[in-house]
């Protein structure tokens, strides 16, 4: 079974800098970072594939964020720089067992979802 916990919300203002975890059990996966604002669509973020070697990150933070994982390749992080508040929301660690780089940042790619941690941007 597959267990998705991510850490590291919080808030922060705008301008600032954060960085959340997820740690993944039950193995090695395609990973990714979705997030979700009040009365809005589920967006992907960043993604990250198994080996680590390829990124995809979204063009609204694209230069400001950074996805990458530990070398167990079972973390994987999201720091997150020059935080907007429209940067602000649901944070939700998704792992895919096998995803297509060109789907990487959608949501139907992946099969396991973490329960989200909340990252508020004060203006």
């Known amino acids: 079974q597959v267990q998705l916990a991510e850490s590291g919300g919080g808030s922060v203002q705008a301008g600032g800098s954060l960085r959340i975890s997820c740690a993944a059990s039950g193995g090695t996966y395609n990973m990714a970072w979705f997030r979700q604002a009040p009365g809005k669509e589920r967006e992907g973020v960043a993604a990250?594939?198994?080996?680590?070697?390829?990124?995809s990150y979204a063009d609204s933070v694209k230069g400001r964020f950074t996805i990458s994982q530990d070398d167990a390749k079972t973390t994987v992080f999201l720091y997150m720089n020059s935080l907007k508040p429209e940067d602000a929301g649901m944070y939700y660690c998704a792992a895919g067992v096998w995803v297509a780089y060109s789907a990487a940042l959608r949501s139907s790619s992946y099969n396991y979802w973490g329960q989200g941690t909340q990252v508020t941007v004060s203006s």
């Open positions: 990250i594939s198994r080996s680590g070697a390829r990124t």
